[in-house]
């Protein structure tokens, strides 16, 4: 007879599912943006306005969905969204305006910002229910869904329009949706043996203390995520204008900036277990910071990919570290709080290396990946006292 763990088994693989789609997803909507950019005949500026329709519409649904998830659950809510993120990426390419472009990014950024909070709470049950720290796997699983559909986006671009290829990721999506679904919704959110009725009201209603904690650990998120969004938008940048490689070798920059961050991340529940969280963040802060040095000051472009990939090994587990710690800490809103922060280090990250680029060098302003990784590190060993060993 299938018992406890089989049942925690089941949700694992469930919210793995959920977790590789929104990477899969979200990764073929990117790779058809200069698509859409031609058919909508929006310029640079009128494009990055639009853009940010996904910004917004996440970080205001971030916040919503930590009270959604503690009315309903966190895995209806998992669900629901991922059926409104498989329909809305869909919505692009039927625009023709930048208007109409942002407004329909605005309904795609809640689905992805409310995925991102209420799959990412139901990992946290399952991980106090398991006792294991598995959060990096979840989260290396969006690194691989994202992969492949950036792999499957490139292969398919010439063939097909921007409109077969994105109805197909909501076909695709649909089908892992009702399958996945299915499974989630018949699992109860698990619960750690030890917790009492009266824990159970605890993230409800945290004392400042709490809050704090929460807080703090949605600062670390920002600083680690920070270099993802920087990484993304600039080191193809500063391999090809500053050290003169090819456009083909830059764009292998953050290639191996996110192989690395995947491996890290396959790799990173051993890591915990064997380390402990907050060693964990301290050795991959400073790791982090060494390689994005590395990345930044390097003489060749063989140097900085290798930086690079250091800096992805050193950041991959600290914002699934985060992630976890605050949402047991605060439930929910805890983990809302911290995907917040996180989300918003990520797109501060561009925007601001851009203007120390332009004030100082962009080598110079890469540098502040390694700062903010640092800060990371200091921040962890700060509070280190003031949460569970470990």
Excluded at 347 to 360: E, N, Q, S
Aim: net charge positive; proline share 6%; aromatic share 6%.
């Amino acid at each position: 007879m299938p018992g406890p763990r089989d049942d925690l088994g089941r949700l694992r693989v469930a919210l793995t599912a959920f977790f590789a789609l929104d990477g899969f997803v979200f990764a073929g909507w990117v790779v058809r943006i200069p698509a859409i950019k031609e058919q909508t005949g929006a310029s640079a500026s009128t494009l990055g306005l639009a853009l940010l329709g996904v910004s917004a519409g996440a970080v205001v649904t971030m916040t919503l969905t930590g009270r959604l998830c503690r009315r309903f659950g966190s895995h209806p809510v998992t669900v629901a969204c991922a059926v409104l993120l498989c329909l809305s990426v869909a919505l692009p390419p039927l625009t023709h305006s930048s208007l109409a472009l942002g407004i329909v990014l605005l309904v795609f950024g809640s689905a992805y910002g409310g995925i991102n909070v209420a799959f990412n709470s139901a990992a946290v049950d399952l991980v106090a229910a398991l006792r294991r720290p598995i959060m990096p796997s979840f989260h290396a699983a969006f690194s691989l869904g994202g992969m492949v559909g950036a792999g499957l986006g490139a292969i398919v671009a010439g063939s097909l329009t921007p409109a077969q290829h994105l109805a197909g990721l909501t076909a695709t999506g649909l089908l892992v949706t009702l399958v996945a679904g299915r499974a989630l919704l018949r699992c109860e959110p698990p619960s750690p043996p030890e917790r009492t009725a009266r824990d159970d009201t605890a993230p409800r209603r945290p004392d400042t203390r709490t809050r704090r904690l929460v807080l703090t650990f949605g600062l670390i998120a920002l600083c680690t995520a920070y270099g993802e969004g920087a990484m993304a938008d600039w080191g193809a940048l500063h391999l090809e204008q500053d050290l003169d490689a090819s456009p083909g070798l830059a764009a292998v920059g953050y290639s191996c900036f996110a192989l690395a961050m995947t491996a890290g991340r396959l790799t990173g529940t051993t890591l915990l277990e064997r380390l402990g969280r907050t060693p964990t963040v301290v050795a991959g802060g400073t790791t982090a910071a060494v390689g994005m040095l590395l990345g930044s000051l390097a003489p060749s472009v063989g140097v900085a990919l290798f930086g690079f990939a250091i800096t992805g090994l050193g950041l991959a587990n600290i914002f699934p570290v985060a992630v976890e710690r605050a949402g047991a800490l605060g439930g929910p809103s805890g983990v809302a709080t911290a995907s917040t922060l996180g989300y918003g280090g990520m797109l501060l990250g561009p925007p601001a290396i851009g203007f120390m680029a332009d004030w100082f060098s962009l080598p110079a302003a890469l540098t502040s990946v390694a700062v903010l990784a640092a800060a990371a590190v200091l921040i962890a060993i700060a509070t280190r006292r003031a949460v569970a060993p470990g």
